[in-house]
């Protein structure tokens, strides 16, 4: 596997100064900070420092050569080195624009120099762009960014026979009993992974909430299968799922209790509404700023029993409840 490369940090070219001023041989030097002898070399030739009218200095001195290589990184880096570009840039972020359409429109908005949006998203998430809070602006905002060649495809993940459009025609029509969707209410950061799991019926509308400690796939495909593996088979049939990284354990549902997966086009979450719907009315109770290590498994209940006992126009003003119950009877 190859490794990723990393620049020196100050703590390495401190320990690279003092072993050359003790005479150490440089191979030596690259072995005792775990690099690559020619990463030593190259490092003492383009970041030591040489004066000519002041030869006697001449040398490698640590905190010189992090500043020199700093210098060398902004001089790359147009939107550190570049104020008026820079300030354009964040002006648009922050009347909403995408780093694409701000990196697409450089050319029409009279700016000599462009960037590409790679580079936009970079400064974003850099210590100077978190400095000033600008991820928030992003349309959606992650820990940090990650370059494309690393991102993993999701066509892997998801594959083309899961598709929505692939699913049965009585799963869209609501014709039969034990469809499902499934998603997960995100909170805020203070909540760290915790998050609460929604899942609806889409016959009856009957709604099911349960706290998740963590959003890996595993672990909540884990909590998912203890939720629904009580049911008879014919209530459990399938769920429809977004896209997120959370449910890329679904192989699991078919494998375990028989439970079929399908998804959603990338960012089509309204092709599972009922569950978006769902969210939307559970917001009522379970606000982003709700303490979930304080939410009580009882206190999980009180919410599902009030959502599912409130009349819906779609059941013909029955509560999901009572539909459930129905669909219940006619299995036995």
Not at 12 to 19: C, G, N, P, Y
Not at 114 to 121: G, L, Q
Not at 292 to 298: I, K
């Amino acid at each position: 596997m190859e490794l990723a490369h990393t620049e020196l940090d100050l703590r390495e070219r401190r320990a690279l100064e003092d072993m050359l001023h003790a005479k150490v041989p440089v191979n030596e030097i690259a072995a005792a900070i775990g690099r690559h002898r020619s990463t030593a070399y190259r490092e003492i030739k383009r970041n030591g420092f040489d004066d000519d009218e002041l030869p006697e200095l001449n040398g490698y001195y640590g905190v010189t050569a992090q500043r020199t290589a700093d210098a060398r990184r902004a001089r790359r880096r147009k939107l550190i080195r570049l104020d008026d570009l820079r300030a354009h840039v964040i002006a648009q972020l922050r009347i909403g624009w995408t780093p694409e359409q701000i990196a697409g429109r450089l050319g029409y908005d009279g700016q000599p120099i462009r960037v590409s949006h790679e580079t936009i998203y970079a400064y974003v998430y850099r210590r100077e762009g978190q400095s000033q809070e600008l991820a928030r602006y992003l349309p959606s905002r992650r820990k940090k960014r990650r370059p494309r060649y690393a991102r993993r495809p999701r066509g892997q993940v998801f594959p083309p026979d899961r598709s929505i459009h692939q699913r049965p025609e009585h799963v869209k029509t609501r014709e039969t009993f034990g469809d499902w969707e499934g998603d997960l209410m995100i909170f805020e950061r203070a909540n760290g992974t915790m998050n609460v799991a929604s899942l609806v019926e889409r016959k009856t509308r009957f709604a099911v909430l349960f706290r998740n400690n963590d959003r890996s796939s595993t672990h909540f495909m884990n909590k998912l299968m203890g939720v629904l593996e009580p049911l008879p088979q014919p209530a459990r049939r399938s769920i429809t799922f977004d896209r997120g990284f959370e449910f890329r354990a679904c192989r699991k549902l078919q494998t375990s209790i028989g439970t079929e997966s399908w998804f959603c086009d990338p960012q089509a979450p309204w092709q599972k509404g009922s569950v978006e719907n769902l969210n939307k009315r559970a917001r009522r109770f379970l606000a982003r700023e709700t303490q979930l290590a304080a939410l009580s498994n009882r206190n999980m209940k009180a919410i599902c029993d009030r959502l599912n006992g409130t009349p819906r126009k779609c059941l013909g003003w029955r509560i999901p409840t009572e539909a459930l119950r129905e669909e219940m009877t006619k299995l036995r």
